[in-house]
């Protein structure tokens, strides 16, 4: 079945730091990639997809490549603030057949940004 | 803007009881929900997902006999938990999405807690 990889734990930095967080997929098909943000209280907001291959999505400064030759959708920011500690996850929908509107997440990773 | 309601946010409720959540989607027609159950551990398990026109399809190791879902129009689902236990503790998300291929929009989940 369709899984997701990403940086495990807790991702530790200070402000203006660069962040990464590894995502890797394995799907059948072509399914769209996307990652979300998690505040403590809330549900998971979207922060962008993207649906291509070499297709990038981006929002309030952060980034990731869609790379279908490397299975990766990398998350990046070249400058964390304190208020982007979250938990941040990959997912992905495969949208064919009866999978139709499934989202596999990966497990999650915890950013801490300190000031 | 999109947006999905989820009620009531927290529940108790004594081990053996049931309770019913909510799922109410505003500014888009949902004509897909999923609903997904959050484990302290803040990974995913799909529960079930409801297209319209269509049998809801539950995962692996949920049913409907024991969490039965209504879908009866483009705005609204339920969820109930029947004969819940400790287990079935967790943050209960709903995500629903106008078309397919599009992202889930996730209410901010209801949290049951088990006596």
């Known amino acids: 079945g369709d899984s997701v990889t990403q940086t495990e734990g807790q991702v530790a930095l200070s402000e203006e730091d660069f962040l990464t967080i590894h995502c890797n997929y394995s799907?059948?098909?072509?399914?769209?990639l996307f990652w979300y943000v998690q505040y403590p209280g809330e549900g998971p907001q979207l922060l962008f997809r993207?649906?291509?291959?070499?297709e990038k999505g981006s929002s309030r400064g952060f980034e990731a490549t869609y790379d279908k030759g490397t299975t990766s959708f990398h998350l990046r920011k070249a400058s964390v603030q304190e208020s982007d500690s979250a938990v941040y996850y990959c997912?992905?929908?495969?949208?064919?057949?009866?999978?139709?509107?499934?989202?596999?997440f990966g497990h999650g990773t915890i950013l801490r940004v300190h000031p | 803007g999109a947006l999905v309601y989820q009620y009531p946010r927290r529940t108790i409720c004594k081990s053996g009881t049931s309770m019913r959540m909510e799922c109410q989607a505003v500014?888009?027609?949902?004509?897909?929900v999923a609903w997904y159950r959050q484990s302290p551990q803040k990974t995913f398990e799909l529960i079930a997902l409801?297209?319209?026109?269509?049998?809801?399809?539950?995962e692996q190791n949920f049913t409907q006999e024991k969490f039965p879902i209504s879908h009866p129009n483009l705005s609204f689902s339920s969820m109930t938990v029947l004969n819940a236990y400790l287990e079935d503790r967790g943050l209960y998300l709903c995500?629903?999405?106008?078309?397919?291929?599009?992202?889930?929009?996730f209410g901010p989940g209801t949290r049951l807690t088990v006596l």
């Open positions: 997912a992905l929908s495969a949208d064919t057949g009866a999978n139709t509107g499934k989202l596999t």
């Open positions: 799907a059948s098909g072509y399914p769209t």
């Open positions: 993207a649906s291509r291959d070499k």
């Open positions: 500014g888009f027609q949902a004509t897909s």
């Open positions: 409801s297209t319209v026109n269509s049998a809801i399809k539950y």
């Open positions: 995500g629903a999405r106008h078309r397919p291929y599009a992202e889930q929009f």
